[in-house]
């Protein structure tokens, strides 16, 4: 994909962006099991209570608890990206509504570059994190829940000036 034409707050006037990484969308896994549990207990409230008004008080919360969720789910993965431009590497990372770390370096600092995948899950739906080790008083930059992290580690390595 060309993301020539991607720009950001704070680009460079010779910068260009080679990829944009999102996070691997298991991350909605336990948001889902969340709301899906909230609907059980909603289910399971009309099953012993009908229609009478704790029914609709618990339905009320569950569907405002699913929808918060959700949204904030949904939020966080939108939000939180990993930007491989030709000059460095930028690392927004989405904690919360009100909770953002943005983390940069140059390939000129950059010394490793590790990927990690571990468990069963990660290693057969391919996502884990990359490990970028730099030179400067920031050690490490970390992205997690990457997609093929293997190819974004290459994509790095093939980027870095020696």
Same mark, same amino acid.
């Given at each position: 994909?060309d993301?020539?034409?991607?720009? +950001?707050?704070?680009?460079?006037?010779?910068?260009t962006?080679?990829?944009?990484?999102?996070?691997?969308?298991?991350?909605?896994?336990?948001?889902?099991?969340?709301?899906?549990?909230?609907?059980?207990?909603?289910?399971?409230?009309?099953?012993? +209570?009908?229609?009478?008004?704790?029914?609709?008080v618990?339905?009320?919360?569950?569907?405002?608890?699913?929808?918060?969720?959700?949204?904030?789910?949904?939020?966080?993965?939108?939000?939180?990206f990993?930007?491989?431009?030709?000059?460095?590497?930028i690392?927004?990372?989405?904690?919360?509504?009100?909770?953002?770390?943005?983390?940069?370096?140059? +390939?000129?600092?950059?010394?490793?570059?590790?990927?990690?995948?571990s468990g069963?899950?990660?290693?057969?739906?391919? +996502?884990?994190?990359?490990?970028?080790?730099t030179?400067?008083?920031?050690?490490?930059?970390?992205?997690?829940?990457?997609?093929?992290?293997?190819?974004?580690?290459?994509?790095?390595?093939?980027?870095?000036?020696?």
């Open positions: 994909m993301y020539s034409a991607f720009t +950001f707050k704070g680009q460079r006037p010779d910068e962006v080679k990829l944009v990484v999102r996070r691997h969308p298991i991350v909605f896994f336990w948001p889902l099991l969340q709301a899906t549990l909230a609907l059980t207990l909603a289910i399971i409230v009309f099953v012993f +209570f009908d229609f009478g008004i704790v029914f609709y618990v339905g009320i919360i569950a569907l405002l608890f699913i929808a918060s969720v959700i949204l904030k789910a949904n939020f966080i993965f939108q939000n939180s990993c930007l491989i431009t030709n000059q460095r590497v690392n927004i990372d989405q904690r919360n509504f009100f909770n953002r770390q943005i983390t940069e370096t140059d +390939f000129a600092k950059i010394q490793d570059v590790t990927n990690t995948t069963m899950i990660g290693t057969t739906l391919n +996502f884990g994190q990359i490990t970028i080790q030179a400067g008083t920031q050690n490490q930059l970390v992205v997690k829940w990457v997609p093929d992290p293997y190819q974004i580690q290459q994509e790095i390595t093939k980027n870095i000036r020696r």
